[in-house]
């Protein structure tokens, strides 16, 4: 089965409706099942993920977090064919504030705070690839 990657920001509709454990522990069980890995950033006002697995899997995925009322302006960045997958073994690895310390945000950031919405396509792609070593040296 072919492997794609799929990178998508949105905006947060109300923060107090927003339970990253939550979300955690769903994206977890569900996306096992589904062959699914990835990475989500958040920082309280937009999300930042990346999915990885088979097309049909992320396309449906894509279509259910568009449609959940805890995202507003969800905004698909890439879906491109993959050769191998960048988070391999999470099911959904979690980015906290404290792994994106203020420096390595300033680094991928104008603003000098973490929004996907401001950020171009190439510095998306480094910022999750950043994420990706660093996620392979905590597994």
Not at 22 to 49: K, V
Not at 60 to 81: C, G, K, N, W, Y
Request: with cysteine.
């Amino acid at each position: 089965m072919p492997l794609y990657s799929l990178t998508y920001c949105s905006r947060v509709a109300d923060p107090a409706m927003v339970s990253v454990a939550d979300i955690l522990a769903t994206s977890r069980m569900n996306n096992g099942t589904r062959s699914i890995t990835g990475a989500l950033m958040f920082d309280n006002r937009c999300f930042l993920q990346v999915l990885e697995g088979g097309h049909t899997a992320l396309t449906e995925l894509f279509v259910r977090i568009a449609q959940d009322r805890r995202h507003e302006e969800v905004t698909l960045l890439s879906m491109v064919p993959v050769m191998a997958r960048r988070f391999p073994g999470w099911e959904m690895h979690y980015i906290s504030r404290l792994e994106a310390d203020q420096r390595m945000i300033e680094a991928f950031s104008t603003q000098g705070r973490f929004n996907p919405f401001a950020m171009s396509p190439a510095t998306v792609e480094a910022l999750i690839d950043r994420q990706a070593k660093m996620a392979a040296t905590a597994a």
